[in-house]
């Protein structure tokens, strides 16, 4: 059974940046790909970011494009989502997803808090 875990969340600046990481286990997702969302307060989960395994291909959420970047090591088997020049608006937990053969995000880490005060 996948595992995602989450880990870099934290308190941050305004402007400043945070690098998040999730590791897999239990099963890999070369035939697909994985992903960042962010679920706010009293509001939905939205997509921020994704990346196709083997290739290496990236879609973003136009709120955070030129700011954030999504990259995997598929030998550690790990999602990472560098964040830079960051927002109050972007203050959120965060969660990454693995994508499933039917195309939908069927496996689902925990969740790390990211806080940017202004």
């Known amino acids: 059974q996948a595992q995602l875990v989450e880990s870099g969340g934290g308190l941050v600046q305004a402007g400043g940046s945070l690098g998040l990481s999730c590791a897999v286990s239990?099963?890999?997702?070369?035939?697909?790909?994985m992903g960042w969302f962010r679920q706010a307060p009293g509001r939905e989960r939205n997509f921020v970011a994704s990346?196709?395994?083997?290739?290496?291909?990236?879609v973003y959420a136009d709120s955070v494009k030129g700011r954030f970047t999504i990259s995997r090591d598929r030998a550690k088997n790990t999602v990472y989502l560098q964040m830079n020049a960051l927002k109050p608006e972007d203050t959120a937990v965060y969660y990454c997803?693995?994508?499933?053969?039917?195309?939908?995000?069927?496996?689902w880490g925990q969740g790390t808090q990211v806080t940017v005060s202004s």
């Open positions: 997803a693995g994508l499933g053969v039917r195309g939908t995000w069927d496996y």
């Open positions: 239990g099963r890999t997702f070369e035939r697909t790909g």
């Open positions: 990346i196709t395994w083997i290739v290496g291909s990236t």
